[in-house]
């Protein structure tokens, strides 16, 4: 059975794992980036080792190459002084031959090793060239899914936003416009009633002014007109004089 520390740092782990891939995913352009500079970072640590290499490679062409030249210099000595009766000499020349042969055929080793290495030098870096062109053409297009991808967010957003709206406040509407139908009809009910009154009001003054035509009509006809009260405010009415006289 696991013990308290062993499952303390299970969670711990499992914990920092998630973190990490939710810090990934949403950070997934600047994972690109730094993957894209990882990349170039290798690429040139490559290069300056395959240029070292190479320059080793040359180096170990050129001994090569020079002590082969002088090998075969040393073997064309030996041959001439076996014929000119000088075995000294060819015992010497062939004692340096047996040298320069050796060094010639350890450079030569060392040559087509380094020569080796450094064509999986070359190799490798036109893969990883191949890879980092891969990775960035791979950051572009996540950029552009990316940018694609918070469009789309904005008018799922946007649309939620109306959908959410639909219906929201439709009962405060409505009693909001039963409130000012109401505050309308009952507007409409008081003009009407005090159009009304005023209409009795109108009728009914017409109505006396009528009665009272016909009764001055009726008194000028009778010969009553004195009686009738005289409304002009510059003179006194006779009726005015006799109450004053008295």
Same mark, same amino acid.
């Given at each position: 059975m696991?013990s308290? +520390?062993?499952?303390?740092q299970?969670?711990?782990?499992? *914990?920092?794992?998630?973190?990490?891939?939710?810090?990934?995913?949403? *950070?997934?352009i600047?994972?690109?980036?730094? &993957? $894209?500079?990882?990349a170039?970072? *290798? %690429?040139?640590?490559l290069?300056d080792?395959?240029?070292?290499?190479? =320059?080793?490679?040359?180096?170990?062409e050129r001994k090569y190459l020079e &002590?082969?030249?002088?090998?075969?210099?040393?073997?064309?000595?030996?041959?001439t002084?076996?014929?000119? =009766?000088?075995?000294?000499?060819?015992?010497?020349?062939?004692?340096?031959l047996?040298t320069?042969?050796? %060094?010639?055929e350890?450079?030569?080793?060392?040559?087509v090793r380094?020569?080796?290495e &450094?064509?999986? +030098? %070359? *190799?490798a870096r036109? /893969?990883?060239?191949a890879?980092?062109?891969?990775i960035?053409?791979?950051q572009?297009?996540?950029?552009?899914?990316l940018? +694609?991808?918070k469009?789309k967010?904005?008018?799922? /957003?946007?649309i939620?936003s109306?959908?959410d709206? $639909?219906?929201?406040?439709?009962?405060?509407i409505?009693?909001i416009g039963?409130?000012?139908?109401?505050?309308?009809d009952?507007a409409?009910?008081?003009?009407e009633m &005090?159009?009304?009154?005023?209409d009795s009001?109108?009728?009914?003054a017409? =109505? $006396?002014?009528?009665?009272?035509m016909q009764?001055?009509?009726?008194?000028r006809?009778?010969?009553?007109?004195s009686?009738?009260?005289s409304?002009d %405010? =510059?003179?006194?009415?006779?009726?005015?004089?006799? $109450?004053?006289?008295i």
């Amino acid at each position: 059975m696991a013990s308290i +520390l062993e499952k303390a740092q299970t969670l711990i782990s499992a *914990n920092m794992h998630d973190m990490l891939d939710r810090a990934l995913q949403n *950070n997934s352009i600047a994972v690109l980036k730094q &993957y $894209t500079r990882d990349a170039e970072q *290798n %690429l040139r640590e490559l290069e300056d080792a395959a240029a070292t290499i190479g =320059g080793e490679v040359k180096s170990m062409e050129r001994k090569y190459l020079e &002590y082969k030249k002088k090998a075969d210099q040393f073997d064309r000595n030996i041959d001439t002084f076996l014929m000119q =009766g000088k075995p000294d000499l060819a015992r010497a020349a062939q004692a340096e031959l047996n040298t320069a042969r050796t %060094l010639q055929e350890q450079y030569h080793e060392q040559w087509v090793r380094q020569k080796r290495e &450094y064509d999986s +030098l %070359l *190799n490798a870096r036109l /893969k990883l060239q191949a890879k980092l062109q891969t990775i960035r053409q791979e950051q572009r297009e996540m950029e552009a899914l990316l940018q +694609l991808a918070k469009s789309k967010e904005k008018t799922v /957003k946007a649309i939620k936003s109306l959908d959410d709206l $639909t219906g929201a406040g439709d009962a405060d509407i409505a009693r909001i416009g039963e409130s000012i139908r109401a505050r309308l009809d009952k507007a409409s009910a008081h003009s009407e009633m &005090y159009a009304s009154r005023l209409d009795s009001q109108m009728d009914e003054a017409l =109505g $006396t002014a009528e009665l009272d035509m016909q009764l001055e009509e009726r008194k000028r006809r009778l010969g009553l007109e004195s009686a009738v009260p005289s409304y002009d %405010l =510059g003179e006194e009415s006779d009726s005015d004089s006799a $109450t004053s006289e008295i």
